[in-house]
C-alpha cells in the first residue's frame, strides 16, 4: 500500500522515480479506507533530504500512511527554502487538537549543546508530553532520544568526546518483541552522534526494555513498558552516501573527523560504500508501522 503525501511536495518525484509507491492527496481522497495518520517532527537541518529517508522506509509497507510534517518553532533555515517550510510543515498550534497513530522525532544537530541552550526545548518538551496523550506511539530517533531521555527520566545529554560515526555491529537482546521480529541475532546500523547512550544508565534510570545494544555504541533500540515511546540510538533512514556527505562536510569545515568505521571498503573514503543496513532499517519501520501503530491504534480515535 501506499504512503499519501501532498500534491507538490519535492520527494513525490524522487520517490515516483524510484518506483516507490505514493500517493497523493487528490488520488487518497476517493479511497474509502482507514488511513495511518502519521505526525513527523523534522528536526534535521536539511529537511528536504530527511522527508526522503524517511518516506523510503515508510512506503515500503502494505499500509496507507497519511503524512503531517511538524516544526517545532518560526525559526528560518538554513538549509531549506522557507516557502517549503511554509507550504509543507504546521506548527503546533495547528495541530494540538487532533490525535495520531504514530509520530516520528528525528535527530537533530545539537549532540554537543546542552539541552538548556536549545532555544527550542521548552517548545520540544512540551510536543513530547502532549504525544502521549495524542499519539499511539512515538519513535524517537538519535538526538530525539535524548531529548526524550530528559523529558521522561530528567537524564541530561551525555556528550561523548569523540563522534560515533560509521556502520556498527548491534546485538539483539534476548527478549522478545513485535519490533525486532524476522531480525538477525546480529545486525548493522548507521550511527552518527556525540551524544551517548550508556546501557548502564538505561538499566538504572529508566524503564526501558532494551531490544538491541552493543559494548561500543551502548543503546541502539528500546520501547517503554506501554510501547508508547520507541528509542532508535541511530539513523536507520540514512541512505548509501549520507555519512559520506557528513565526512567530507566536516572535512570541509576543518573539523579532521575520523573515517566513518565499517563503511568505506579497506576504509578507503575514494571507494564506494556498500549498503549493508538497508534490510533492517526497512524491517524496524514496518514492524514499527504494523505492530506498534497499525495493530494498536483504535479506528475511532
Given at each position: 500500500?501506499?504512503?499519501?503525501?501532498?500534491n507538490d511536495l519535492p520527494a513525490k518525484a524522487v520517490l515516483n522515480s524510484e518506483q516507490v509507491f505514493v500517493m497523493t492527496e487528490d488520488r487518497s481522497s476517493h479511497q474509502d479506507i482507514r488511513p495511518l495518520n502519521l505526525l513527523f517532527l523534522n528536526l534535521m537541518p536539511k529537511k528536504i533530504n530527511t522527508e526522503i529517508q524517511y518516506l523510503r522506509k515508510l512506503?515500503?509497507?502494505?499500509?496507507?500512511?497519511?503524512?503531517?510534517?511538524?516544526?517545532?518553532?518560526?525559526?528560518?533555515?538554513k538549509n531549506t527554502p522557507q516557502v517549503h517550510i511554509d507550504t509543507f510543515y504546521k506548527s503546533f498550534d495547528e495541530i494540538s487538537s487532533k490525535n495520531f497513530d504514530g509520530m516520528i522525532v528525528t535527530g537533530a544537530a545539537l549532540d554537543q549543546v546542552q539541552f538548556q541552550d536549545v532555544n527550542y526545548f521548552d517548545k520540544l518538551k512540551?510536543?513530547?508530553?502532549?504525544?502521549?496523550?495524542?499519539?499511539?506511539s512515538t519513535l524517537f530517533s538519535c538526538w530525539g532520544v535524548a531529548a526524550a531521555l530528559k523529558v521522561f527520566y530528567n537524564i541530561d545529554i551525555m556528550i561523548m568526546k569523540?563522534?560515533?560515526s560509521g556502520i556498527y555491529d548491534v546485538n539483539l537482546s534476548d527478549q522478545i518483541d513485535t519490533l525486532?521480529?524476522?531480525?538477525?541475532?546480529?545486525?548493522?546500523a548507521p550511527i552518527s552522534r556525540f551524544c551517548d547512550f550508556p546501557l548502564n544508565v538505561i538499566q538504572d534510570?529508566?524503564?526501558?526494555?532494551?531490544?538491541?545494544?552493543?559494548?561500543?555504541?551502548?543503546?541502539?533500540?528500546?520501547?517503554?513498558?506501554?510501547?508508547?515511546?520507541?528509542?532508535?540510538?541511530?539513523?536507520p533512514e540514512y541512505d548509501l552516501m549520507t555519512l559520506s556527505d557528513?565526512?567530507?562536510?566536516?572535512?570541509?569545515?576543518?573539523?579532521?573527523?575520523?573515517?566513518p568505521v565499517n563503511y568505506?571498503?579497506?576504509?578507503?573514503?575514494?571507494?564506494?560504500?556498500?549498503?549493508?543496513?538497508?534490510?533492517?532499517?526497512?524491517l524496524l519501520f514496518a514492524n514499527w508501522l504494523n505492530y506498534y501503530v497499525y495493530q494498536e491504534t483504535p479506528f475511532d480515535f
Open positions: 500500500m501506499p504512503i499519501n503525501i501532498p512506503s515500503n509497507t502494505p499500509l496507507q500512511v497519511n503524512i503531517t510534517f511538524l516544526r517545532v518553532d518560526d525559526h528560518i533555515s512540551k510536543i513530547i508530553l502532549w504525544s502521549t496523550k495524542h499519539v499511539t569523540d563522534k560515533l525486532t521480529r524476522g531480525f538477525d541475532d546480529t545486525f548493522k534510570r529508566t524503564d526501558i526494555n532494551i531490544l538491541a545494544s552493543s559494548d561500543e555504541i551502548g543503546l541502539y533500540l528500546g520501547v517503554s513498558p506501554d510501547k508508547k515511546q520507541v528509542y532508535v540510538s541511530g539513523h557528513e565526512y567530507h562536510r566536516d572535512l570541509e569545515a576543518n573539523l579532521q573527523p575520523e573515517i568505506y571498503p579497506k576504509n578507503d573514503p575514494n571507494k564506494s560504500p556498500l549498503c549493508t543496513w538497508r534490510g533492517h532499517s526497512s
